[in-house]
């Protein structure tokens, strides 16, 4: 490494703020099958068993079966854990899982679609089955490869993670016909909670309360709209099976035209997602809390509550920020939450890790039920770090027939804890998701993977529901942080999957500090390649209401000004730095490049006898130029820039990221240089202007004006016009599907459609002109 250089900085940088775009593609391969240092095999549908190599593992009548059959176990007699276990997922959960299994002594088989074959699971798992191409009815949801690689594995349980197959009744008999274990509730269990409107009607025979609405079997859109009248507008349309926000529409305004448009997208997205396409219709409340109750049963009758999570703050109805307990509950109303939860999982004999979703009314400080999820939940580890316990584990214990480790009395709740969801979408552009190589990729150095136990305490009989938070158990907490991942740095956020790329969850002696402990961990979190919720994350756990705990499902709208403040002009400091950057990096030369070394690249502008060069940079910024002189600067490796700037010595991240290969010069950003600049929190994206004499090579292309492009690679789903047809202003013109999720794109002015370059069912990238559409005053 050089000695640090002084320099007056010397060159003219023209920088403009960046609009994010995503430029990788996926791309489909056929079927192959891959080796890498374990056992990568493919998998087809329908393929006839072959020889010894697919013998496997077959259950007999008096071995393992199904978890609810297992009879007669008690601690004395304790049930050996499964010897392999497959695990039908993909991401962070499937690399969750992995952990506990390796933790026990369990052998683990992962299976990935053609698109996921580098991914982090594959890794990890002591095997590998390649199931088919990347969309999930294909590969994640084939039943039948699954149940292929169980046999041709000798798996002898399939855990489910979360998504997929997880809820799904039809796939827990499909196991248990086949001998293997469904690490999960029973099939009736899924079956009666499975269905939001049946298992609303068990909940009101269990005297648990029940938001209004319409839970009948007629799916006439009719009916569905008269029925949405007698309820009272705003109603929610929700898609009976499933979960994630998937399926789920709000609809205000009341008239046929927006409910129908409502329920069709509603339907649509219900079905490709969960094969079922009926729906619910209930009253929605307007300023309610979520709150769930984590409940743990097992075969012999035990039942208990792990406490309750707060997981209000949600964008397009789904969860990105979650804590555990809720906020500002009463010893009181927590024990009746845990009571009506556990009452709720009694009700249907449930085996295993489950949720009982509540609506929380925070100036009636009433409570609904809303619905239960019979599976572990993508937020489970707030509830792992308050109570000291591994889920996964509890879950592998009861599947194997054991009772429950610890009886309610026992549980344990300690300090505070927060999980924020990592996202691959664009918060400014109304949260859609993006995709494309992760270029760069660093997080905060997590403390533990799995949460810390803590010492284990009866209570009194009378007072089982309600957990001691007295300051000598916070005071056992050593501030903590785990990062649950199923990425790293190079792997690709396709279109076919959620966007998920991590969770970064931390614990506390108290909420103020776990939210502390949550806004740094969040500022070392550093992204580039896709666009991330990250900054969004860090402005929401830095903003006072939040701080309040005055949390609410419509928290992001109802504080959106202050969470999307204007974006402001890059600081001068920032400016300086990316010019530093830039400079040191090309005096470096092949040091810190891929580059041929040679004297003439490495010793550029440098003098023999001498380590000191002279130039000047000019920033241009709105509010005029400012000037750095003398400036102590070193490059410490390819994307560390370590400076004094105003008597402050600093280290800042700066990455690089160049246009993708092929990709002709043009005045787009997606074709120049981009800088990303970590600093204080905040990640500022510059471009460098491509040159003029490369311009002229490139032939630069602009925007059509009045074309809708594609603001991201996605499906379409249907394209509501054709050349000719005229549109108002705000009209619904093509609707795509990307990562799972609907979006239509509307008219942005009145005018006719010249040209359509879709059709449904077309896959398009990023950036394709999908409709063309001549402004009214033009085509007039």
């Known amino acids: 490494m050089n000695p640090t250089r002084r320099a007056v900085v010397p060159v003219r940088l023209n920088v403009t703020r960046l609009g994010v775009q995503a430029t990788s593609r996926t791309s489909s391969r056929p079927m192959t099958t891959h080796v890498v240092p374990r056992r990568l095999v493919s998998s087809t ?28 176990v008690t601690q004395q007699h304790r049930r050996p854990h ?146 949405a009248e007698k309820i009272g507008f ?172 610890l009886s309610q009395g026992s549980i344990p709740m300690v300090g505070h804890s927060f999980e924020a969801r990592i996202y691959a979408e664009n918060p400014r552009n109304n949260f859609l998701p993006d995709s494309g190589m992760l270029h760069y990729l660093s997080t905060p150095t997590p403390t533990h993977i799995f949460a810390p136990p803590y010492p284990i305490a009866e209570t009194l009989a009378s007072a089982e529901l309600r957990p001691e938070e007295s300051p000598d158990n916070a005071m056992q907490v050593v501030p903590s942080v785990r990062i649950e991942q199923g990425f790293t740095q190079g792997s690709l956020i396709g279109v076919f999957y959620d966007p998920m790329i991590a969770k970064v969850v931390v614990h506390g002696r108290d909420r103020t500090e776990a939210l502390r402990m949550l806004r740094k961990a969040l500022d070392e979190y550093h992204v580039v390649g896709v666009s991330t919720n990250v900054e969004f994350l860090r402005a929401l756990a830095g903003n006072q209401s939040f701080i309040d705990s005055e949390v609410e499902t419509g928290f992001i709208k109802k504080h959106f000004d202050e969470l999307f403040p204007p974006l402001q002009d890059p600081k001068a400091e920032v400016l300086a730095q990316a010019a530093l950057f830039i400079v040191l990096r090309d005096q470096e030369g092949s040091s810190l490049k891929q580059a041929v070394s040679t004297p003439w690249i490495s010793l550029t502008s440098r003098r023999f006898g001498g380590d000191t060069y002279q130039r000047i940079i000019q920033l241009q910024a709105n509010n005029g130029p400012v000037n750095f002189h003398s400036i102590p600067a070193t490059l410490l490796n390819h994307n560390t820039l370590a400076v004094t700037l105003n008597n402050e010595r600093r280290q800042t991240t700066i990455v690089s990221q160049p246009p993708a290969p092929n990709v002709p010069a043009s005045q787009a950003t997606n074709t120049m240089e981009r800088l990303h600049v970590f600093n204080e929190g905040q990640k500022t994206t510059l471009v460098l202007p491509t040159p003029k004499w490369l311009l002229s090579l490139g032939g630069d292309v602009l925007a059509n004006k009045g074309a809708l492009k594609a ?39 009145t005018g006719v459609v010249t040209a359509v370059g879709c059709k ?11 409709v063309e559409i001549e402004p009214a005053e033009e085509a007039s």
């Open 45 to 72: 549908a329908g393929v006839q068993r072959l020889g010894n190599a697919t013998e496997g593992y077959k259950l007999k009548s008096n071995q393992r079966g199904f978890v609810t059959e297992s009879q007669g």
């Open 82 to 227: 499964f010897d392999k276990i497959l695990i039908a997922n993909r991401g962070e959960i499937a690399c969750r899982v992995i952990r506990t299994a390796r933790k026990l002594g369990i052998k683990t088989v992962a299976v990935y679609s053609e698109a996921d074959k580098d991914s982090l699971h594959v890794k990890l798992a002591d095997e590998a089955y390649c199931i088919g191409p990347p969309p999930s009815a294909e590969s994640y949801l084939s039943m039948d490869k699954i149940i292929d690689v169980c046999h041709r594995s000798g798996a002898q349980a399939v855990h489910p993670g979360y998504g997929f197959l997880s809820e799904n009744a039809k796939f827990s008999r499909r196991l248990l016909d086949e001998g293997l274990v469904f690490i999960g509730p029973p099939e009736s269990a899924i079956i009666n909670m499975g269905s939001k409107s049946e298992s609303k009607n068990i909940m009101l025979a269990a005297n648990v309360p029940c938001v209004p609405g319409y839970h009948g079997n007629n799916q006439d859109p009719e009916l569905l709209y008269q029925e």
């Open 234 to 405: 705003p109603v929610l349309i929700k898609a009976i099976h499933g979960g994630g926000g998937k399926g789920m529409r709000t609809v205000t305004e009341p008239t046929p035209a927006a409910f129908q448009e409502a329920l069709s997208s509603a339907k649509r997205e219900s079905l490709k997602a969960f094969g079922n396409d009926t729906v619910l219709v209930e009253k929605y409340i307007e300023t309610p809390r979520h709150v769930e109750v984590q409940v743990f049963a097992d075969t012999h009758g035990n039942v208990v509550s792990l406490w309750e999570r707060d997981c209000s703050v949600q964008r397009r109805n789904q969860k990105i920020i979650e804590e555990a307990p809720a906020p500002g509950l009463s010893p009181e109303l927590r024990a009746d939450l845990s009571s009506k939860a556990i009452a709720a999982a009694k009700a249907v004999n449930y085996v295993g890790a489950g949720t009982v979703e509540f609506i929380f009314d925070n100036d009636t400080q009433k409570f609904y039920f809303m619905e239960m999820n019979t599976r572990l939940q993508v937020e489970h580890p707030v509830t792992e770090m308050i109570t000291g316990l591994d889920l996964v584990e509890w879950q592998l214990e009861v599947a194997a027939g054991n009772p429950l480790p």
């Open 711 to 749: 603001p991201m690679p996605s499906l379409i789903v249907e394209v509501k016009v054709k050349v000719g047809d005229r549109v108002e202003k705000g009209q619904a013109v093509v609707v795509i599907e990307s990562m799972k999720t609907e979006t239509t794109l509307r008219a942005d002015a």
């Open 760 to 770: 449904n069912g077309e896959m398009v990238e990023e950036g394709r002109e999908l």
